[in-house]
């Protein structure tokens, strides 16, 4: 998949991303990503975005390859929740990974309703936020104190 | 047409003058999908049934849909490739019959164990195509698609019988619910008609989404019934609307009255068949209740609605773009799926906004002024050039008023 988004804007990724865009492995859905990426960059960011439905090795193999400050997971199917346990999981079996900042967001379930039980069990599993399908200001907040941002 | 087959059900609706409405539903539970056809079929509206698959089961990722099958994960569709074949008669037994009949609708750039599966049950109406269930759904090259999709036509070809004729319907006229113009969707549809004709298919259905001018919808529909006489005679084909696909309304008033818009269109130009969106649509996977909710509104509305005289498709904006990208596509190679895949690396077909690796990437669309979508830059597409805003990037708040428009409209108590 393209590091940037398509050619729709020329993304300055070709030296290490400072963030990695990614949907989930079972998740279509790419408004999310083409917006998210945009976000990212206007708050001075390099992003490698990965598209969607990608497969969690591709994740891992990413982070490994591009070590980015930040890992943004973004899904809106509904599979979300399961997914994303999935995936933290594997990368965080990944001792080079451990400290990495992962986050995950979208619409994570199917029935539109934010389950605490949810959250927590995507933190305890280790992500470091999980943001609902409306948090966006909250995420622009979080990204822009990310390390390792271009400061344009 | 026999009896049982979804196109000749359709086309007699149409013939009596009814519209079918069709929902976009699918449950993991066999029970609740079993529910949601009879609820469907009983919803007091001229309708034919659905399943619509899961993710997992989308992208082959068997595995994963036998584990959230095993340990009771809320799935966003139908795992029709995990439940037993006997479990999935069991569902079907009774409900799907000559007088209701069931599609499946999925979203699989390769299909070959979906088809399969749905034969197996005694289906055989579904959707999809080698690019409209590719380029907008993950990251399998184009031409896998295509030879999958061949593979698929076939398989669903030789099943015809004396008392069946399988149906496919191409999702060319959504490519990624929004910002694409009607033109690229109504050309799309119409290739991956003949796509599906030229292996073996002998009843097929094309689409178009409702997009953002209705004044331009219109245009756009009476281009597709235009292209699909020129490019499809002798096949068995009908028109089919989808109710917007894009960030839906957020409210239920907004919804409701962007379905109902819909519904008007579908019956205004003639379409025999409308697929739904739910008031939910904005928020989580409908209810059955949310379902039969849009097929009565949506069957109210077309009841109240009278066709269109069919006016005179060529000349306008969305018949001439149209006309020749097919012929373009057409004259590259004798087989479609060769031109199409020739198309796209070439960049005669580009979708806005579109992330997959096949795709040049190098249109973009804007909404215009009078409402109507439009190209902002032509890319190699063979149109006339237009280059608005190919020298600025686009920003993210740009970005969402375009994709919300039509929510914000609607949210706001238009268009009537
Ligand atoms: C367009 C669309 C499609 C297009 C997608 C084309 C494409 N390539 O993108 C098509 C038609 C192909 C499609 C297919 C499907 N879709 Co769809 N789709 C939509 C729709 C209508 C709009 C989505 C959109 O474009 N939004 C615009 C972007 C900018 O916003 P967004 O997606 O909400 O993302 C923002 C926020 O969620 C948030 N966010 C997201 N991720 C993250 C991460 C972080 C860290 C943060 C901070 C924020 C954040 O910020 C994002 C950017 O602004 C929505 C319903 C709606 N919203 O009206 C359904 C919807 C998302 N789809 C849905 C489903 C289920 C599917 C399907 C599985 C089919 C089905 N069973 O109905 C398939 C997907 C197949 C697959 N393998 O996954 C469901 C999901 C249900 C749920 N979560 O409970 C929805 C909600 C519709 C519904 N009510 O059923 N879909």
Redesign the interface.
Known sequence: ??SS??????SRVDAAPSVLLTGT????H??N???LQ??LE?IGHTVA?L????PDELVVESCLGLRPALVVVSSV???GF??GLRLIRVLRARPELAGTTVVIGG?L?????RNVGMVRRLTAAGYDRVFDDGELPAFRTFAARTPDRAVS | MTPASFGGFVSRAHARGALVVQPRMGFGDPRQMREGLRRTRDAGAVTVGTLTLDSYTRVNDLAAARRAVRDGVPLNGYPICTHPAEVSRAMLDGVHEAAFPVQVRHGSARPEHIVSALLDLGLDATEGGPVSYCLPYGRTRLSDAVAAWRTACALLAEARTDTREPHLESFGGCMLGQLCPPSMLVALSVLEGLFFARHGLRSVSLSYAQQTSPEQDLEAMAALRALAGEFLPGIDTHLVVYAYMGVFPATRGGALRLLEEAARLAVASGAARLIVKTAAEAHRIPTIADNVEALRTAARAAEATTPRAAGAAAGSEVYEEAAVLVRTVLGLHDDVGEALLLAFRRGLLDIPYCLHPDNAGRTRSFIDTDGRLRWADTGLLPLPRTALTAARRVTSDELLTALTRVRRIYDQGGIR
């Open positions: 998949m393209n988004v398509g050619s729709m804007n020329s492995s079972s998740d279509a790419t408004w990503l083409v917006h945009l976000v206007e975005n598209g969607p439905c990608v199917n509904g599979h399961n997914d619409k379930v199917t029935d539109g309703l």
